[in-house]
């Protein structure tokens, strides 16, 4: 403030308030122009369900319209002009108590230009693009159709992205649709600054390095996250894979692997006996000595079932599956020679289990706990789970995974759930949950963890469901 007055000492008031007025008119016009958006500015005096009565008469007419975000829009313009009228009044007032001061000076043009491109041309412009950024609703047969969520956002990345993308000349597509919808998760409101970070960037420039980012956004429910158009680094050295018949028994090249947001720099590191590895669940599952038992080595406890014994059940039909938990792939490496192809869930909790699984020649399915299955209904031989839906997991949750799963299996698919373990005293209601769907009992073994933890092991067979 003490400078823009400094450069107003030389300056004619008369003049200066000439100039004034011409600003002031222009913001009138600027105002105007956001009251013509009549519907909107109206909620700064209504409650909610008053603007639709108020406007329409009817109560369904902004169903799918998002009022609070472009409520809080509209706020954002109305301040910056607030500020802007109340800072250049103020600037006129003090020139009125300098008047003679200003009489005998005058101004030079240049500290005039950037009088008015520093303070009132810039906010100006801004608050213009923040009322553009708005879009508006279509009216049809008095019912509101908006792009969800496009007032939410004001990166210009995330609007396009989640814009209607409609098909070009009208046409209709191969889904049948006139249009594309590119989908986000509906916790990215929450989530709003951190995935205005992960989405600004330059098209068609390097991406930064944050799939850290990426993953914690999805993990918290913004998933699926948005595509981005920038290009993904890779590492430095990368070598070409192991061949096929060396690569699923070996510990894949260190080098093939972005290590900067990994506790780790290397394999070696991830060992179980490093305490500091950066991840808790599975340790041990770096290192291929001990992974090589697994499932086919005798069981220590009546919890582990073998792949032999749980094939024989079904010769020759399971095929296809998924191993929905968390590893570095080795189910699906035996059961790969075992010419079963299983798809391995996996996500980067704090080691590089999707690069490792991949590395090794098998499929990581980079997903969350939060999502649909993307496979359609009774197409899978075998679901199989392991290490992560422990006791800690909401029952309503587990409620939903499970009958998706059901969806998913094939009826006679294999539904086996491995070392799902959970306090004792909650084992009731978990075992409520998996014998809900009156499968066929193969197997089922319980045994204790701890003294007050339990393992529960059960191999279920969907029934045919005839109807
Ligand atoms: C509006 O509704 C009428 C009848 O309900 C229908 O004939 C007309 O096509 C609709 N118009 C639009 C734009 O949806
Ligand atoms: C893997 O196959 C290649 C040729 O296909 C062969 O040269 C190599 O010795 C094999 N490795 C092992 C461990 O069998
Ligand atoms: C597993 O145990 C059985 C007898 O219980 C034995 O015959 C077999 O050799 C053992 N297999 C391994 C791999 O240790
Ligand atoms: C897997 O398939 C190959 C080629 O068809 C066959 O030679 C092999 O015996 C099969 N392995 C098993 C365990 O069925």
Not at 73 to 99: A, C, W
Not at 212 to 225: E, T, V
Not at 288 to 309: G, Q, Y
Not at 352 to 358: G, H, R
């Amino acid at each position: 403030m003490g400078e823009s007055i400094f450069c107003f000492r030389k300056c004619r008031l008369g003049k200066i308030m000439g100039c004034i007025q011409l600003l002031l008119g222009s913001l009138v016009i600027i105002v105007s122009l956001s009251s013509l958006l009549r519907f909107y500015s109206a909620g700064f005096f209504m409650h909610d369900e008053d603007i639709c009565r108020h406007f329409y008469g009817v109560s369904d007419v902004y169903d799918h319209f998002d009022i609070i975000a472009l409520t809080s829009r509209v706020d954002e313009v109305l301040n910056k002009m607030d500020t802007l009228q109340d800072k250049i009044e103020l600037i006129v007032q003090e020139m009125e108590k300098n008047k003679d001061q200003l009489h005998r000076s005058g101004i030079s043009k240049l500290e005039y230009k950037r009088f008015l491109e520093e303070e009132v041309i810039k906010p100006l412009y801004s608050a213009h693009i923040a009322l553009r950024q708005i879009r508006l609703p279509r009216v049809e047969n008095m019912t509101i159709k908006e792009d969800p969520l496009i007032n939410t956002f004001v990166i210009e990345e995330i609007r396009k992205y989640i814009t209607l993308k409609e098909n070009r000349h009208k046409k209709v597509n191969i889904y049948g649709t006139e249009g594309i919808y590119n989908t986000i998760g509906h916790a990215c409101v929450s989530m709003k600054k951190e995935l205005e970070e992960y989405m600004d960037y330059d098209i068609g420039s390097y991406c930064k390095d944050d799939w850290n980012i990426a993953q914690k956004l999805m993990i918290n429910g913004c998933d699926p996250l948005p595509r981005r158009r920038c290009l993904t680094r890779a590492s430095k050295q990368y070598q070409k894979p192991y061949p096929i018949n060396e690569s699923l028994w070996r510990i894949p090249d260190g080098r093939n692997v972005r290590w900067n947001n990994y506790l780790c720099r290397n394999y070696e590191c991830l060992s179980s006996k490093n305490p500091k590895r950066g991840y808790t669940k599975c340790s041990g599952c770096f290192e291929m000595d001990k992974e090589e038992l697994k499932w086919v080595a005798n069981a220590s406890l009546p919890v582990d079932f073998m792949i032999k014994d749980v094939l024989r059940i079904k010769s020759g039909e399971i095929r296809i599956g998924l191993d929905f938990g968390i590893g570095t792939g080795t189910f699906a490496a035996r059961m790969r020679e075992q010419n079963v192809t299983i798809i391995s869930t996996a996500l980067n909790l704090g080691a590089p289990f999707s690069e490792t699984i991949a590395l090794r020649g098998l499929i990581p399915l980079y997903v969350t706990l939060n999502q649909r299955l993307p496979f359609f209904d009774n197409t899978m031989d075998l679901i199989h789970t392991s290490g992560l839906m422990d006791g800690w997991i909401d029952l309503q949750l587990l409620d939903f995974i499970l009958f998706d799963w059901d969806r998913v299996l094939r009826p006679g698919g294999l539904l086996w759930i491995d070392r799902f373990f959970c306090n004792r005293k909650d084992l009731d209601d978990y075992m409520y949950m998996f014998l809900q769907f009156r499968y066929k009992k193969h197997k089922w073994a319980i045994s204790p963890k701890s003294n007050d933890e339990v393992y529960l092991s059960a191999l279920l067979e969907k029934p045919p469901r005839a109807l």
